[in-house]
């Protein structure tokens, strides 16, 4: 039996598409939204026709007809925690996903998209893997402050692909290791993944900053700023979110364009990209501890896993603890697809979205 899906991944600045059969790809695709195009919408809901219109016209332009899919998958976006795996879409996810998003992020409309196209088509529309995976313990879950629990905000789609392959390639079972992956993209997050259940993660506010995010902050500056009458709340989300890590020192966000500042002789550059391994290191550190220091690999994936110095500088401070790997990119739409592919083979089977029953175990 062929099975056709169609995977839609709504980014910041893109809208990644691919048609696959079974497991062959027939079409990739990624539409770029220009930072000016972008600028006319206040949010990301109102990108909605907009990014849609994108992705039908790609298919039109590639012959692929509608009625010829048989299920459609999204990036599943800023959800309460939900388990790992497919969901199926209901009018319940969309109306949380419209109206009251964790937060505001373009992968929200991965759903939302798929489910639309989907209704008319009379096929089913899935998210897998959503950002908003939560397999934390609950020793995990404590902040420090009473009434405000940690959030288990990850890459979760790419990491858990890296891990199961990861376990793939080495013959073992991905329920049989414990594996850290580190999400090294725009946004940076890192996960520990103890006998197939992705305990703990490192946020991207709480551990290292990325090229657009400042991770972890000192609270009491940061507390001083919000209220110093200077900001209002969007500005300083944009701070911590956007705006922040390697971008707020160096006014860029492309790690490749601070490495040919580094080469240009660049000394501060050089310390920002210093920074940031440092503490994506020290984030490994934090997370090995989890299993007790028994870690099988640790993988580094993610755009900027393609950079040598990089992964060599992290290298040289966790391989103490295991085996480094490098897994450069990132695989979501096939990720997004296979996951699918798999309920429909009915290998897996698709949880079904419900507020009432959320998970937390
Ligand atoms: N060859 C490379 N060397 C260094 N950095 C790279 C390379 N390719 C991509 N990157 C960096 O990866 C980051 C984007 O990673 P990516 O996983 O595509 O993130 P996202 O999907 O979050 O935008 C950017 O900072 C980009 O400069
Ligand atoms: C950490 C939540 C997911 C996220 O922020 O994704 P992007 O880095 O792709 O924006």
Known sequence: ????????????TSTKIAVYDNEKQLLVKSIEHKVKE???????????????????????????????LSAIVGRGGLLP????????????????????????????????????????????????DSVSVDELTDVARLSGVNGMDR????????????????????????????????HLGGGITLSIHENGKMVDIVSDDEGPFSPDR????????????CFSGNYTHKEMLKIIRGNGGIYSYLGTVDVREVEKMINEGNKNAK???????????????????????????????GGIAYSSLITENIRKRVEFISDVCVMPGENELE?????????LNKEEEASVYRESILTKS
């Not at 920074?275 to 099988?296: F, H, R």
Request: charged fraction near 25%; aromatic fraction near 6%; include cysteine.
């Open 1 to 12: 039996m062929i099975y056709r899906i169609l995977a839609i991944n709504p980014g910041s």
């Open 38 to 68: 972008l600028e006319k919408y206040d949010t990301v809901q109102e990108q909605f026709e907009m990014r849609k219109e994108g992705v039908l016209k790609v298919l039109k332009e590639n012959d692929i007809e509608l009625d010829s």
């Open 81 to 128: 925690p939900v388990k790992s795996g497919a969901y199926l879409v209901n009018d319940e996810m969309i109306e949380r996903l419209i109206n009251r998003p964790v937060l505001e992020h373009a992968s929200n409309l991965g759903a939302i998209i798929s489910y639309e196209i989907s209704k008319n088509l009379g096929i089913n529309a899935y998210i897998y």
């Open 151 to 182: 959030e288990c905000l990850s890459h979760a789609l790419n990491s858990r692909a890296m891990a199961i392959k990861y376990a793939k390639d080495n013959n073992k079972r991905y329920d049989e290791l414990n594996l850290i992956v580190a």
């Open 214 to 225: 400042s991770g972890k902050v000192p609270c009491k500056k940061l507390i001083d700023r």
């Open 271 to 301: 310390l920002v990209h210093e920074a940031m391994t440092y503490q994506i290191a020290k984030g490994i550190g934090e997370l090995a501890t989890v299993v007790l220091g028994k870690v099988d690999a640790i993988i580094l994936t």
């Open 335 to 343: 990720a997004l697809s296979k996951g699918i592919l798999r309920v």
